[in-house]
Protein backbone atom coordinates (compact mmCIF):
# COMPACT_ATOMS: atom_id res chain seq x y z
CA UNK A 1 0.00 0.00 0.00
CA UNK A 2 1.84 3.24 1.12
CA UNK A 3 4.66 3.28 2.60
CA UNK A 4 6.78 5.95 4.47
CA UNK A 5 10.93 5.47 3.53
CA UNK A 6 12.97 8.64 5.45
CA UNK A 7 10.80 11.52 4.10
CA UNK A 8 9.20 9.97 1.09
CA UNK A 9 5.71 8.31 0.45
CA UNK A 10 5.77 5.76 -1.71
CA UNK A 11 2.16 4.23 -3.54
CA UNK A 12 3.15 1.64 -6.02
CA UNK A 13 1.60 -1.26 -8.20
CA UNK A 14 -1.68 -0.66 -6.77
CA UNK A 15 -4.87 -0.95 -8.53
CA UNK A 16 -8.54 -0.79 -7.93
CA UNK A 17 -8.54 0.75 -4.44
CA UNK A 18 -10.55 3.99 -3.69
CA UNK A 19 -9.46 3.99 -0.16
CA UNK A 20 -5.44 5.35 0.13
CA UNK A 21 -4.73 8.04 2.63
CA UNK A 22 -1.83 9.46 3.69
CA UNK A 23 -1.21 11.68 6.83
CA UNK A 24 1.45 14.10 4.60
CA UNK A 25 3.90 16.54 6.69
CA UNK A 26 5.52 19.91 5.24
CA UNK A 27 8.93 17.91 5.16
CA UNK A 28 7.22 15.23 3.17
CA UNK A 29 7.27 14.16 -0.60
CA UNK A 30 4.63 11.65 -2.45
CA UNK A 31 5.61 9.26 -5.21
CA UNK A 32 2.84 7.88 -6.39
CA UNK A 33 3.75 5.21 -9.52
CA UNK A 34 2.06 1.92 -11.41
CA UNK A 35 -1.37 3.14 -9.79
CA UNK A 36 -4.59 2.06 -11.61
CA UNK A 37 -8.52 2.79 -10.96
CA UNK A 38 -8.11 4.12 -7.55
CA UNK A 39 -8.08 7.52 -5.64
CA UNK A 40 -5.14 8.87 -3.65
CA UNK A 41 -5.92 11.21 -0.87
CA UNK A 42 -3.37 13.41 1.21
CA UNK A 43 -4.63 15.04 4.43
CA UNK A 44 -2.43 17.87 5.81
CA UNK A 45 0.75 20.24 4.04
CA UNK A 46 3.08 18.20 1.72
CA UNK A 47 5.78 19.22 0.25
CA UNK A 48 5.65 17.95 -3.36
CA UNK A 49 3.85 15.04 -5.11
CA UNK A 50 5.11 12.75 -8.22
CA UNK A 51 2.66 11.24 -10.22
CA UNK A 52 4.55 9.01 -12.50
CA UNK A 53 2.54 6.29 -14.98
CA UNK A 54 -0.61 6.16 -13.40
CA UNK A 55 -4.04 5.19 -15.49
CA UNK A 56 -7.74 6.33 -14.59
CA UNK A 57 -6.82 7.60 -10.88
CA UNK A 58 -7.51 10.22 -8.80
CA UNK A 59 -5.47 12.60 -6.50
CA UNK A 60 -7.18 14.70 -3.79
CA UNK A 61 -4.43 17.04 -1.52
CA UNK A 62 -4.78 19.71 0.43
CA UNK A 63 -1.96 22.22 0.63
CA UNK A 64 1.25 21.64 -1.61
CA UNK A 65 4.57 23.61 -0.76
CA UNK A 66 6.28 23.02 -3.89
CA UNK A 67 5.23 21.58 -7.20
CA UNK A 68 2.77 18.55 -7.89
CA UNK A 69 4.42 16.97 -11.63
CA UNK A 70 2.33 14.82 -13.74
CA UNK A 71 4.45 12.41 -16.22
CA UNK A 72 3.22 9.04 -18.23
CA UNK A 73 -0.21 9.41 -17.12
CA UNK A 74 -3.75 8.63 -18.87
CA UNK A 75 -6.65 9.79 -17.48
CA UNK A 76 -5.45 11.23 -14.16
CA UNK A 77 -7.62 13.30 -12.25
CA UNK A 78 -6.16 15.93 -9.38
CA UNK A 79 -8.50 17.88 -7.10
CA UNK A 80 -6.67 21.16 -4.94
CA UNK A 81 -8.45 21.80 -2.00
CA UNK A 82 -5.84 24.35 -0.72
CA UNK A 83 -2.57 25.92 -1.83
CA UNK A 84 -0.71 24.79 -4.55
CA UNK A 85 1.58 27.10 -6.26
CA UNK A 86 2.88 24.82 -9.62
CA UNK A 87 1.10 22.15 -11.40
CA UNK A 88 2.74 20.34 -14.06
CA UNK A 89 1.42 17.76 -16.90
CA UNK A 90 3.67 16.22 -19.13
CA UNK A 91 3.20 13.47 -21.62
CA UNK A 92 0.09 12.91 -20.18
CA UNK A 93 -3.26 12.19 -22.23
CA UNK A 94 -6.17 12.77 -20.48
CA UNK A 95 -5.75 15.47 -17.51
CA UNK A 96 -8.26 16.92 -15.17
CA UNK A 97 -7.54 19.41 -12.83
CA UNK A 98 -10.24 20.75 -10.32
CA UNK A 99 -8.84 23.98 -8.16
CA UNK A 100 -10.95 25.23 -5.13
CA UNK A 101 -10.85 29.42 -4.70
CA UNK A 102 -7.71 29.22 -3.13
CA UNK A 103 -5.31 27.06 -5.15
CA UNK A 104 -6.91 28.95 -8.18
CA UNK A 105 -5.16 32.72 -7.14
CA UNK A 106 -2.09 31.50 -6.49
CA UNK A 107 -1.82 27.91 -8.80
CA UNK A 108 0.39 28.53 -12.02
CA UNK A 109 -0.01 25.19 -14.49
Known sequence: MARLENNKWFVENINGN???K???KPN???FICKVKQSVVTICGKINTIVVDNT???GVIFDDVI???EVINSK???LQANGAVPAISVDKTAGAT???QTAASQ???I
Open 66 to 68: STV
Open 28 to 30: QGL
Open 55 to 57: EAT
Open 18 to 20: NEI
Open 97 to 99: IYL
Open 75 to 77: KIQ
Open 106 to 108: SAS
Open 22 to 24: IEG
